[in-house]
């Protein structure tokens, strides 16, 4: 049985190699392999491809941050031991063709990753759920590092082999009076033994990315060419925030359409459409999604009162932050200018909306004409979800309160969720066979399986086990990087790392504010009982100046640091250039310290701190988020958590009280590590702009309340280093559990969830 499916391999693959370059499989490029496997792949899941038959699933979403996809899509199909054995027959690494592969640029952070994970848990569960966003040529921006500074290029992760189909479906979508064809591409989502569905990506013939001029800049005016040139586009002016909207209702437009055409082929009338359609609305990103179904319905002579009942019934919506910046608002007048079609729209429906309530707070368009995208979310979907259990209380009890009060029953919780595929079977292979020969491998299609790994707590061998996977998995880290950015890790040391997007509210700068309190301690004789390896992952957004200025510290710090013979025996300082999914299925399995230290009350869920739970690391961290559930599941002893409650911080902004002010005169730790932002180390390889600006927005405002937590964070964390040290064996005990109870933290139970209380699919 097993000879048969190898050799029907090896013929699939020599077929296509022969159609690709009439070479066998031995003589092949590693280029031409790939693009035999790719063809491959792609036939294989379009025969894992189902006819629809009651409800489906479009999940709209401005990002889908999916990771490349040859690894993910073999070991979905279940073909990946089998290819790999193949290959290394013919004297072939299956590893080498991976390193091909670019990652598609197509999503910024946890949300867009969540939109992926999502894909993949649908898919195996065997639901009917396709995805819709944007083909964005250059997607975010591509990170590298100098002088110590981020340096912005452009993505051009569509140069290798694309795995979307073009298609000749187009749809018109009318912007600014001039009317585009959205192109549509089709990229299959394979499922881990369930069906194949779509991620649906529009798109412009005429976008030309000759247009980028230096860096990342280019003519924000010049729509046919720019339109998907990148994702989120600079938004600190107005030509940027246009078209920020040029593209969401590019997105929304082109998928309203491909929704009902597909609803209408299955038989849909659309008085009907909720039988056939649900719309999940990833973030405020595709609400005018809302407006526009209501435009097309009311146009194919649906009555506006009725279309509005459809849509509701139709479409849902995710909240994933409580960050006033972050909820989006639009002039009107920008509404005008891109969409004058869907303002009347707008308009009834914010007068719709004031007939359930005259509360000002609750207006779609308010008294200084902005239009609030979340609150037509609200009252025009059949529910509101938050994304961990903290965060929904938050929504319901202060920041949506009074959506609460006037729609109760719309209101519920999805803790997000992460596929176990991508972030166990596919990064760390070790623990997952370790895993599988120890409980079998139920796990990988029910993650709740993994708790059967509590029976082996006291097994010292398992215990010894876990902790050599994980010492490899930090040499492959290390050669990883010694490859990419020429740094090699001192893997005898305990690995703790912050890798996320660069935001103050998950406050790196406390990490860094710690590091340095480190290097004063070294230098002083006050030894850590360990060496540590701090590793950072981030980008920071381009126009987001102190978030630059916290990288330049970091990056400036580490060179001080290395400089330092006596201090750098003990302290290592990492910055990993441009975070991908890349980049973080290398650096998870090798982290023992997981960092989740935002502000408590202002990371919504988190999904980074799942990952790492799952690989076996102890998470230090705030009672924010996810974590709280992290920390219920795995009991105070596995986690180490501190600070401030979220209560106490929402009662200081009430309060309007935080003053850093009093902490920097009254600390003198938190003075010192404050000051050597621009003492004379720092200076000889940093900038001082860049250095007193964050030194004096950490004095003088520091509106995350770093200052308040940064004692408690020292001991945690030297408590954590301590136990690593002196209590070993405990410490992969505590691994073990994590790994156990992480089962939870699937995005199965996830889209389990979803579907039983809000889509009813299939
Ligand atoms: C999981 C993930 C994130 C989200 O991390 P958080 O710690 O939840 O913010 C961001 N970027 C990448 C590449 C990820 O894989």
């Not at 881990?192 to 280019?218: A, H, M, P, Q």
């Not at 809302?290 to 097309?296: A, D, T």
């Not at 702009?689 to 004096?696: D, H, I, P, Q, V």
């Not at 994590?738 to 995005?747: D, L, Q, R, V, Y």
């Amino acid at each position: 049985m097993k000879a048969n499916t190898l050799t029907f391999i090896q013929t699939k693959l020599k077929e296509e190699l022969t159609v690709l370059s009439r070479k066998p499989l031995s003589e092949a490029t590693d280029e031409e392999l790939y693009l035999a496997l790719l063809t491959y792949v792609q036939q294989r899941s379009e025969s894992k491809k189902e006819t629809v038959k009651g409800r489906k699933l479009y999940y709209i979403s401005a990002e889908f941050l999916i990771g490349k996809l040859l690894s993910n899509n073999l070991i979905n199909l279940g073909l990946y031991d089998d290819v790999r054995a193949v290959l290394a027959d013919a004297g072939k690494d299956l590893a080498a063709l991976e390193e091909l592969e670019q990652e598609p640029s197509l999503g910024n952070g946890g949300l867009g990753r969540l939109a992926a994970c999502f894909l993949d848990s649908l898919a195996t569960l065997d639901l009917p759920g396709d995805g819709i966003g944007l083909r964005y040529h250059c997607g975010l921006f591509h990170q590298n590092f100098r002088d110590n500074l981020q340096n912005e290029t452009p993505d051009y992760w569509l140069s290798g082999a694309d795995w979307a189909e073009r298609t000749n479906i187009a749809y018109p979508v009318t912007l600014a009076g001039t009317t585009y064809l959205a192109r549509l591409y089709r990229l299959a989502v394979t499922g881990y033994g369930g069906r194949t569905n779509t991620l649906n990506l529009f798109d412009l013939d005429t976008v030309d990315e000759s247009v980028i001029k230096e860096g990342i800049s280019f003519d924000k005016r010049n729509t046919p060419q720019n339109l998907t040139l990148f994702l989120y586009p600079d938004d600190s002016d107005d030509d940027g925030r246009l078209l920020r909207i040029y593209q969401q209702y590019l997105m929304v437009s082109a998928g309203a359409q491909l929704i009902l055409d597909e609803c209408e082929a299955r038989g849909c009338n659309l008085h009907d459409l909720a039988d056939y359609a649900a719309i999940q609305i990833n973030d405020t990103h595709p609400s005018m999604v809302i407006p526009e179904l209501i435009r097309l319905l009311t146009e194919k002579g649906v009555a506006f009162e009725e279309a509005v009942q459809i849509v509701t019934d139709t479409c849902a919506y995710t909240n994933h932050t409580i960050l006033a910046e972050a909820l989006e608002k639009w002039p009107r007048s920008y509404l005008e200018q891109v969409v004058p079609q869907l303002l009347p729209i707008i308009e009834r429906l914010d007068a719709l909306a004031r007939t359930r309530t005259d509360d000002p707070k609750t207006a779609i368009i308010d008294e200084s004409g902005q239009i609030h995208m979340a609150h037509m979310d609200i009252h025009f979907t059949h529910s509101t979800n938050g994304v961990a259990a903290l965060h929904t209380e938050i929504l319901k009890n202060s920041e949506l309160n009074h959506f609460y009060r006037l729609y109760p029953e719309k209101f519920n919780n999805k803790t997000n969720g992460i596929t176990f595929r991508r972030w166990l079977l596919e990064c760390n292979p070790k623990l997952t066979a370790l895993i599988g020969e120890l409980i079998g491998d139920g796990f990988k299609k029910d993650a709740s399986e993994l708790e059967k790994l509590l029976a082996f707590e006291h097994d010292k061998n398992v215990l010894d086990k876990i902790a050599q996977i994980k010492k490899e998995n930090k040499l492959a880290l290390s050669d990883w990087l010694q490859h990419r950015q020429g740094v090699t890790l001192n893997t005898d040391a305990v690995f703790a790392i912050q890798s996320k997007r660069l935001h103050e509210y998950k406050r790196q700068q406390l990490n860094l504010l710690y590091l340095i309190h480190q290097y004063f301690e070294i230098k002083a004789g006050h030894l850590l009982c360990t060496p540590l390896v701090s590793i950072f992952g981030a980008k920071a957004a381009p126009a987001y100046t102190i978030a630059k200025d916290i990288i330049h510290a970091l990056l400036t710090l580490s060179e001080v640091v290395s400089a330092d013979p006596e201090v750098s025996k003990w302290l290592q300082i990492v910055f990993v250039e441009n975070y991908n999914v890349t980049a973080a299925e290398k650096m998870i399995p090798a982290c023992d310290i997981s960092e989740q230290i935002s502000l408590a009350s202002k990371e919504a869920s988190g999904t980074g701190n799942m990952k790492f739970m799952l690989n076996g690391a102890l998470t230090l961290g705030t009672m924010d988020g996810a974590n709280v559930e992290i920390a219920e599941r795995v009991g105070g002893d596995n986690i180490y958590i501190f600070g401030q409650s979220s209560s106490q911080v929402i009662d200081r902004y009430a309060k309007g009280d935080y003053c850093a002010k009093d902490w920097y005169e009254s600390d003198p730790n938190i003075r010192r590590a404050i000051d050597f932002l621009t003492g004379p180390q720092m200076q000889k390889y940093g900038c001082m702009e860049n250095l007193s600006r964050l030194r004096n927005e950490l004095i003088g405002k520091d509106w995350f309340q770093t200052l308040p937590d940064f004692n408690a964070y020292l001991v945690r964390k030297n408590q954590a280093i301590a136990d690593y040290t002196y209590n070993a064996s405990d410490w992969n005990r505590r691994a073990l559990i994590n790994i156990a109870k992480a089962g939870f933290f699937s995005s199965d139970r996830t889209i389990a969830e979803y579907n039983e209380e809000i889509w009813h699919l299939g």
